[in-house]
């Protein structure tokens, strides 16, 4: 099963900037859409970005204008950039195929807090 390997959390004052990478060993990455997943403390995991195979983009309303995600291919990675960061957006970052194929990582904990 693959599971994929999720990076660059960390704590962060509100307003601060991460940038999360996921890489994934599939040969056939590039012919999924990914998508960036979140799970709150006490909530379910959500959806939150999707990037297509071929690189279009949808964000859930809530992050829209503030997550970029985006993926290179030749290097099997997913990535997320997090800028203006609220309290709001501590959690656990997941990355998949959406929808999912693959084995959930370990994620990567983002703790926003001053």
């Known amino acids: 099963q693959v599971q994929p390997v999720e990076s660059g959390g960390g704590l962060v004052q509100p307003g601060g900037s991460l940038r999360l990478s996921c890489t994934v060993s599939?040969?056939?990455?590039?012919?999924?859409?990914m998508g960036w997943y979140r799970q709150a403390p006490g909530l379910q995991r959500e959806l939150v970005a999707v990037?297509?195979?071929?690189?279009?983009?949808n964000y859930e309303d809530s992050v829209k204008s503030r997550f970029t995600i985006s993926r290179d291919n030749a290097k099997n990675t997913l990535y997320l950039q997090i800028n203006s960061l609220q309290a709001e957006d501590t959690a656990v970052y997941y990355c998949?195929?959406?929808?999912?194929?693959?084995?959930w990582g370990t994620g990567t904990l983002v703790t926003v807090s001053s």
């Open positions: 998949n195929s959406n929808p999912t194929r693959y084995s």
């Open positions: 990037v297509s195979s071929g690189g279009s983009t």
């Open positions: 599939d040969t056939i990455f590039r012919l999924y859409a």
